[in-house]
């Protein structure tokens, strides 16, 4: 249990840091926002994935995980720029 919300943590922090990267959100963005954005990635990447039968699902430490919560995190994060007015295409 303790081990699942560690790896989570960590998937999402990485993915979350990625996501603001290339969305540009990073300097505005804490470590706990991008931990937050990462792991609601994860489900978001994996939500999409599922309905796309492509699969992926954020299983561990590794890039499969990494991969989908960053796709996951960077979908978020234009949704919300776009809610915003200040997503560019």
């Given at each position: 249990m303790l081990a699942n919300i560690i790896i989570w943590i960590v998937v999402g922090a990485i993915?979350?840091?990625?996501?603001?990267?290339?969305?540009?959100t990073n300097r505005g963005q804490s470590l706990g926002e991008d931990i937050i954005v990462g792991i609601v990635g994860g489900f978001v990447g994996g939500f999409i994935l599922d309905i796309l039968n492509v699969g992926g699902?954020?299983?561990?430490?590794?890039l499969v995980?990494?991969?989908?919560?960053?796709?996951?995190?960077?979908?978020?994060?234009?949704?919300?720029?776009?809610?915003?007015?200040?997503?560019?295409v």
């Amino acid at each position: 249990m303790l081990a699942n919300i560690i790896i989570w943590i960590v998937v999402g922090a990485i993915a979350g840091w990625l996501a603001s990267l290339v969305m540009k959100t990073n300097r505005g963005q804490s470590l706990g926002e991008d931990i937050i954005v990462g792991i609601v990635g994860g489900f978001v990447g994996g939500f999409i994935l599922d309905i796309l039968n492509v699969g992926g699902d954020v299983s561990g430490i590794n890039l499969v995980s990494i991969v989908v919560a960053f796709f996951g995190a960077v979908v978020l994060l234009f949704v919300m720029k776009a809610a915003r007015g200040t997503a560019q295409v």
